[in-house]
């Protein structure tokens, strides 16, 4: 109780450093957290009241970690998640934002000793001097990093741009708790949506048939004191579309970020975390045409990217269409996988894909890697997987691929088709690369591993396993 009181006056206290309350005018399977889990999600929302939603506070500040770059001293906060019922239902996590500079000189000061740590990304191979309780180092051209010290709750550095520049004329979202019209925030054609640091965002961004919208910004949103399932930022039939720089919090069942039938969107920076069953992180659907996504860090329960096609009666079959991702890191938990293309597919195409420069720091249940699960009937084809680190220590997953019928899938079955698939500059303590095709009509083929390593050394032929139904899927030097 007194630890509950305690968190409450932290939580006030921070409500009036950072300003006052106000209100804002604002699967065939539905998505998931709507009708078709409904027992699900009533457990669920029960089991939040019990946890996550009960909290005074989901950010404290910390007294784990300092964090000064160029001499600036941050603000360090111990952040409530929410999290996985065998888990305890939440989660600790700190979190520190930054102006990102390349070359600044970065300094951690931890409360108490500790021998090993990791710095993520673990590629950038960036030199760290360890000083007693001091960790020094100077940050490369990237911007999100991830602390692990064994036994402890990690640190997570978010990186952005200065967007102040897009102040001016935009509906601003001051420091402070805003809530929105019946918990969502809808937003408006032709409009700037400006979030302080410091501003909360208390419920769900709705983007839905509307067009030239910026949400940018360094505040968050944040559900976990009043959690409600479903998906939580929504883009939906809309173009032109950036949001950049903010925090997403979602603290019940529901993908964090969600679109479909949207074209012309741009995403960078965004920090997410919310690490339950269902909580995919950046997730794409049918229609979906030239979105990227760039700078992200992905705090994941399920898989880090979900990219679907899961409805084709209420969305059309218009082609997933060239889209990417790259520079992004992902932190998930122990449902899903890293990056998931499928398993529902109900399009008429998904190509031309591409993410690059991806670093999986973190997946606890050792899921896959990259999959294609493919359930349904698109043609998948033309995607590129370049640069994708996995650095899960004893992970036996890389990369899966099948074409069935599964309980995802459509219930008038069709099957489809995966080829044109490229792997390059990729590693995974894993070694497995397994593959299934339906049928002689409907294979999965033509796939190549270029500079892979697996398990600590080059990818060999042998760890691919195939049914007979795959064809040209090849190990390179």
């Known amino acids: 109780m007194n630890n509950s009181i305690n968190q409450l006056k932290n939580y006030w206290i921070l409500l009036v450093l950072l300003g006052t309350v106000s209100t804002v005018l604002g699967c065939d399977r539905p998505e998931k957290g709507?009708?078709?889990?409904?027992g699900l999600l009533e457990r669920d929302l029960a089991r939040m009241a019990s946890t996550v939603g009960q909290l005074d506070s989901p950010m404290v500040k910390s007294l784990a970690y300092q964090v000064i770059v160029?001499?600036?001293?941050?603000?360090?906060?111990?952040e409530t998640c929410y999290d996985l019922a065998q888990n305890g239902g939440q989660t600790d996590v700190h979190t520190a934002l930054f102006n990102y500079t390349p070359g600044a000189q970065v300094k951690i000061i931890c409360g108490t000793a500790f021998s090993n740590f990791t710095l993520s990304p673990k590629r950038l191979d960036i030199p760290v001097v360890k000083n007693g309780n001091e960790l020094t180092f100077t940050i490369p051209e990237y911007y999100n990093y991830a602390l692990a010290i064994p036994g402890r709750a990690p640190l997570f550095l978010f990186g952005a741009p200065d967007y102040s520049a897009y102040k001016p004329g935009a509906v601003v979202?001051?420091?402070?708790?805003?809530?929105?019209?019946?918990?969502?925030?809808k937003l408006e054609s032709n409009k700037t949506y400006y979030l302080e640091e410091g501003a909360i965002l208390r419920g769900k961004v709705l983007i839905e048939n509307v067009s030239n919208v910026k949400l940018i910004g360094r505040g968050y949103i944040d559900d976990r004191t009043a959690p409600v399932a479903g998906n939580f930022v929504k883009v939906y039939r809309s173009q032109n579309v950036e949001l950049r720089g903010f925090g997403v919090r979602h603290a019940a069942l529901g993908w964090q970020v969600d679109m479909v039938n949207s074209s012309n969107v741009e995403v960078s920076h965004l920090n997410l975390l919310s690490f339950g069953q269902n909580n995919d992180g950046l997730d794409l659907?049918?229609?979906c045409q030239d979105v990227h996504f760039s700078h992200c860090f992905i705090g994941s329960g399920d898989d880090g990217f979900g990219w679907h096609a899961t409805n084709a009666a209420a969305d059309g079959e218009t082609p997933l269409l060239n889209c990417s991702a790259h520079d992004c890191m992902i932190w998930k938990n122990q449902v899903g996988v890293g990056i998931r293309i499928g398993s529902s597919l109900e399009t008429s195409s998904v190509e031309q894909l591409t993410f690059k420069d991806i670093d999986i720091a973190k997946m606890t249940w050792g899921g896959h890697s990259v999959a294609i699960p493919h359930s349904d009937w698109a043609d998948v084809k033309n995607i590129t997987f370049e640069g994708i680190r996995d650095e899960t220590a004893g992970n036996t997953r890389f990369v899966l691929m099948y074409i069935k019928q599964n309980s995802n899938s459509n219930p008038v079955y069709r099957p489809g088709t995966i080829s044109d698939i490229r792997f390059i500059d990729c590693t995974s303590s894993a070694t497995a690369a397994t593959f299934e095709g339906y049928d002689a009509s409907h294979m999965i083929k033509d796939v190549t591993f270029k500079n892979i390593k697996v398990g600590g050394r080059n990818m060999?032929?042998?760890?691919?396993?195939?049914?007979a139904f795959t064809s040209n899927i090849t190990v390179l030097d």
């Open 34 to 38: 709507t009708s078709a889990n409904e």
């Open 70 to 78: 160029n001499n600036d001293t941050l603000d360090v906060w111990q």
């Open 173 to 185: 979202f001051a420091k402070g708790v805003h809530l929105g019209v019946n918990g969502v925030f």
């Open 285 to 287: 659907g049918s229609g």
């Open 460 to 467: 060999l032929q042998s760890d691919i396993v195939t049914n």
